[in-house]
């Protein structure tokens, strides 16, 4: 295994966005001239809004989980968590600690007029849309589908009322779900072409450095990304550490319904997880994340948790490139993944 690359400070502010603008921003889609516009989903079962950006400050209001809030403002707390320290303003209500809040936006989408053979990706674009187990809004829910999360559109129905509804194929069950189709965009093939084509396949690299919590990418051995992570821990039931050694980027799903273990003891059932570049045949992965957005320290069950933007980054740039119009990719030619 390659020894890491010890960068500069120039070219860790420039690849991890931590200039003046850059950390307070990274989090978020949109410059600060836009933050209006900017939404956040809470995530965890409730969260505190301070007086000010600090877990000492004067609890002021309390949200609870799918609350939608606005944000008008990203800052950096004081000393604690030490690990994140990004904090957002909620209006003038106060702030809210960014680990338990999504960073999302609502565009109304335009359904299309029909879907491909063998269907098209797809990817939420409103904070959350409940998927039914039949056609219409009197279905009963299957899944809560949340913003950014990808999916397999395989048709387009209309309910008694009118109204659009995407059929979804659930890949880990599957079977059929129906969603709002004014509430999913269709990913148009030029968007998943691959990331640096022209760099031959054996100069690309990945490091994923557990005791910083970072993915870093490198071309030749010249650094080109570098995202935050939250890598495997322990938890009560077991040690899900992230593995360590030499990997590869072997199969690659751009959509991905996981589900294990017992929901009421560190189980998961997420449908949806966008961008997945599996490393290891027992399912650890690159993907992205909608159940937290608090990256730098382990807290996952073994996989390399990233945001949506980083983790498709990722997945368009190594290999196998992932066909457009197919599901997945599994080849051994692919891109080498150093976890270290």
Request: with cysteine.
């Amino acid at each position: 295994m390659q020894s890491p690359k010890n960068l500069s400070r120039r070219e860790f502010l420039k690849l991890s966005g931590v200039g003046l603008g850059g950390l307070l921003l990274s989090p978020l889609e949109k410059p600060a001239a836009n933050l209006k516009h900017q939404q956040g989903r809470v995530i965890y079962d409730h969260i505190a809004v301070y007086d000010r950006p600090s877990l000492s400050g004067q609890v002021v209001k309390q949200y609870w989980e799918d609350s939608i809030v606005s944000i008008t403002e990203v800052t950096i707390g004081d000393e604690e968590p030490d690990y994140n320290r990004i904090w957002y303003r909620l209006y003038q209500e106060g702030y809210a600690h960014s680990g338990g809040i999504q960073p999302v936006l609502t565009r109304i989408q335009t359904p299309a007029t029909e879907i491909p053979p063998g269907g098209q990706l797809a990817e939420v674009t409103v904070p959350y849309t409940d998927a039914r187990w039949s056609l219409g809004s009197g279905s009963l829910v299957a899944y809560r589908f949340y913003y950014e999360t990808t999916h397999w559109v395989i048709g387009l129905e209309y309910a008694t009322d009118g109204t659009p509804w995407y059929r979804i194929l659930d890949d880990k069950w599957e079977l059929s779900l129906f969603a709002p189709a004014h509430h999913i965009r269709l990913i148009p093939h030029q968007e998943l072409a691959l990331i640096s084509p022209n760099v031959p396949p054996e100069a690309k690299r990945i490091e994923v450095r557990t005791h910083e919590q970072v993915v870093i990418a490198f071309e030749w051995d010249r650094p080109v990304f570098m995202a935050r992570a939250a890598t495997g821990a322990e938890f009560s039931n077991g040690k899900f550490f992230t593995p360590p050694g030499r990997h590869t980027t072997f199969h690659k799903r751009p959509s991905r319904h996981m589900a294990a273990g017992n929901l009421a003891r560190n189980g998961y059932d997420l449908p949806g997880i966008p961008w997945v570049s599996y490393i290891t045949e027992s399912g650890i992965a690159f993907h992205g994340t909608y159940w937290h957005n608090d990256y730098g320290r382990p807290r996952s069950h073994g996989c390399i948790n990233l945001t949506s933007q980083a983790a498709k980054w990722v997945f368009l740039w190594t290999l196998p490139n992932v066909n457009p119009s197919e599901q997945l990719a599994y080849d051994e030619f692919a891109t080498n993944v150093d976890v270290i």
